[in-house]
């Protein structure tokens, strides 16, 4: 299989392997007018498999949505067909509007215009608990 390299945009290295697709959705990259590479299950010699995303175009990426679902993604930035940038992720302190409260009783389900807002609360489990009702929510699900 040939994927061709890209001039200026960026690489998402380092996915779990069948995780491409759910970032692909959250970062909303189908609404793009470029092209966009999903790679998947490439053998890795450190994780054993990986997926990869190549964008064909400098974007503004969300950060706290890729290090939520997965905070070992390796955000590279491309200029000029030249790696310029390597980002490496951590599990973010805060998600505002990311993930929505399961809690048919909090207060952002009634009041739907509020922010839905996590805090991390146990960095090691990868869990957040919503900020009004305490309710827990692991990374990525």
Same mark, same amino acid.
């Given at each position: 299989? =040939?994927?061709?390299?890209? %001039?200026?945009?960026?690489?998402?290295?380092?996915? %779990?392997?069948?995780?491409?697709?759910?970032? $692909? %959705? $959250?970062?909303?990259? !189908? +609404?793009?007018? *470029?092209?966009? &590479? /999903? /790679?998947? =299950?490439?053998?890795?010699?450190?994780?054993?498999?990986? !997926?990869?995303?190549?964008?064909?175009? #400098?974007?503004?990426?969300?950060?706290?949505?890729?290090? $939520?679902?997965?905070?070992? /993604?390796?955000? =590279?930035? /491309?200029? =000029?067909?030249?790696?310029?940038?390597?980002?490496?992720?951590?599990? @973010? %302190?805060?998600?505002?509007?990311?993930?929505?409260?399961?809690? @048919?009783? *909090?207060?952002?389900? &009634?009041? #739907?215009?509020?922010?839905?807002?996590?805090?991390?609360?146990? @960095? &090691?489990?990868?869990? $957040?608990?919503? &900020?009004? *009702?305490?309710?827990? +929510?692991?990374?990525?699900?």
């Amino acid at each position: 299989m =040939n994927i061709d390299s890209i %001039q200026n945009g960026v690489v998402l290295d380092h996915i %779990q392997a069948g995780k491409s697709m759910e970032i $692909y %959705q $959250y970062l909303r990259l !189908d +609404r793009l007018d *470029c092209s966009v &590479a /999903i /790679i998947k =299950n490439v053998r890795s010699g450190r994780m054993g498999k990986k !997926d990869i995303i190549k964008i064909d175009s #400098p974007v503004d990426l969300d950060l706290d949505v890729l290090g $939520y679902i997965d905070a070992n /993604i390796t955000v =590279n930035v /491309i200029r =000029n067909g030249v790696r310029v940038e390597k980002n490496h992720l951590t599990l @973010p %302190q805060k998600l505002v509007n990311i993930v929505r409260c399961k809690n @048919p009783r *909090c207060i952002t389900v &009634a009041e #739907p215009q509020l922010d839905s807002v996590f805090l991390l609360t146990d @960095p &090691a489990r990868h869990l $957040y608990r919503c &900020a009004y *009702c305490d309710t827990a +929510r692991r990374d990525g699900k």
